[in-house]
């Protein structure tokens, strides 16, 4: 059930005179002081009952009508589910920070909305003991991946390290390398997309290159061109929401498999995609302490090889 984090109660109402043909979630959400939707969610699935009996939420009522509403318990959506993720990799443990190999379906951190897996968990189930900087929900983190994009994450482990890597995130500082296909060939084959990223006005979950938008800068070159797409190397000047994906679908070369950045579908299932080709693939940054610089790479998972090596062999 959606809605806020209300308290788990059951309230027995009697209808007065001034309230009687009044709806019933209109009554409800003012008698108890909660959102409309809400009060109508709960006629939806039973939790509210007039004069005995489950009614629709626009049922008028009646003076003397008798109502009982039960408020289930609700999970709170920032609350961290330590649960353990199969495919997730240690790449590096190092007393102040973890470099993790973070599979496709792996949120960075709880948020509204999102229900499954997350990498702050999985460290817990791990026996991590991480940053306790950030909001409750994002202890640790100091950059993330999309729940679509695989490949290395730096997660702090100690409070120092959990401020000197935020910061240099911030300052742009660490090298991010990503690998992706995308349809077509791009023109030149090495450039630059200087574009801004806002938020896509109809759509809340989609980023768009808009004006006034955020500064963003993509570069990348071509590593092979199989004809109906290209593997290419990208390296993030800024870190914005869905950057590579927007920007190199706004440059005409959605990410193979990205339907939701206008991709063809047919190409992705003929390759087996189920998702963006997308991964994460180098990430080197300032040792938070000792001050040396650190590199780590990641290889491809199994479901974006498969389908490179589909392109290489011109099946496709």
Request: with cysteine; charged share 20%; hydrophobic share 35%.
């Amino acid at each position: 059930m959606s809605g806020g984090p209300y308290e788990a109660a059951t309230h027995e109402l009697n209808v007065s005179e001034v309230a009687a043909g009044q709806r019933l979630d209109a009554y409800i959400s003012h008698t108890l002081d909660l959102p409309r939707a809400f009060a109508a969610e709960l006629c939806k699935t039973g939790m509210i009952r007039l004069n005995g009996k489950t009614v629709a939420k626009s049922g008028k009522l009646k003076t003397g009508d008798q109502i009982v509403v039960n408020i289930p318990e609700r999970e709170d959506p920032l609350a961290v589910k330590v649960e353990k993720v199969e495919n997730l990799k240690i790449i590096a443990d190092d007393p102040d920070y973890v470099v993790i190999d973070k599979p496709v379906g792996v949120a960075a951190h709880p948020s509204p909305g999102w229900v499954g897996p997350t990498v702050v968990g999985a460290l817990a189930a791990e026996g991590y003991s991480i940053s306790t900087s950030g909001a409750p929900e994002r202890q640790g983190i100091v950059h993330r991946l999309d729940v679509g994009t695989s490949g290395l994450m730096v997660v702090a482990k100690s409070e120092r390290a959990y401020s000197v890597l935020k910061n240099a995130f911030k300052e742009r500082t660490p090298e991010k390398i990503y690998h992706a296909v995308v349809q077509g060939l791009p023109d030149p084959l090495q450039g630059t997309i200087d574009a801004p990223i806002g938020r896509h006005p109809g759509h809340d979950w989609k980023f768009g290159v808009l004006d006034g938008g955020r500064d963003s800068v993509t570069h990348y070159k071509v590593i092979e061109a199989f004809g109906k797409a290209s593997l290419v190397e990208v390296h993030l000047e800024t870190g914005r929401t869905h950057q590579i994906r927007v920007h190199f679908s706004a440059f005409g070369h959605p990410c193979v498999g990205d339907q939701t950045y206008g991709a063809n579908p047919k190409l992705g299932a003929a390759l087996g995609l189920t998702r963006q080709w997308l991964h994460a693939k180098r990430l080197g940054f300032t040792h938070p302490v000792s001050g040396d610089w650190m590199s780590y790479e990641s290889q491809y998972p199994h479901d974006l090889a498969g389908a490179l090596e589909l392109l290489r062999e011109g099946t496709v």
